[in-house]
């Protein structure tokens, strides 16, 4: 069964840390992306952060650039977002999902990072930063 099964998260103060899993199955992780999207009430969908065990690329949204920290133990099949110096706006439904990347290719990185071709989702994390 392909499937994404997230942990972690919960609720932390304004200025603390949260670290969310992403653990993939039944597929072969090095041939996806696999990026981390949030939804905050009554706002749009937004990319997060993505990476690629592939070829190493890794993508921050601007929000979360130098705070947030992606990595991956592909032995695992795993990813990670390490959240840092939250702030209250970080507040949203954490979803990880991930998208073919069979051909790395920066357009197609930066396209799937952004939500497109994106074809397994975890199930969502509610993470709540109090200030």
């Known amino acids: 069964e392909v499937q994404l099964v997230e942990s972690g998260g919960g609720l932390v103060q304004a200025g603390g840390s949260l670290r969310l899993s992403c653990a993939a199955s039944g597929f072969t992780f090095d041939d996806y992306v696999i990026g981390w999207f949030r939804q905050a009430p009554g706002k749009e969908r937004e990319g997060v952060s993505c990476?690629?065990?592939?070829?190493?690329?890794?993508y921050y949204a601007g929000s979360v650039k130098g705070r947030f920290t992606i990595s991956s133990d592909n032995a695992k099949n795993t990813v990670y977002l390490q959240m840092d110096s939250l702030k209250t706006e970080d507040t949203a439904v954490y979803y990880c999902?991930?998208?073919?990347?069979?051909?790395?290719?920066?357009?197609?990185?930066?396209?799937?990072?952004?939500?497109?071709?994106?074809?397994?989702w975890g199930q969502g994390t509610l993470d709540t930063v109090s200030s």
């Open positions: 990476s690629s065990s592939s070829d190493g690329s890794t």
């Open positions: 999902a991930a998208g073919p990347y069979f051909v790395p290719e920066f357009n197609l990185f930066r396209a799937i990072c952004a939500g497109n071709y994106l074809e397994v």
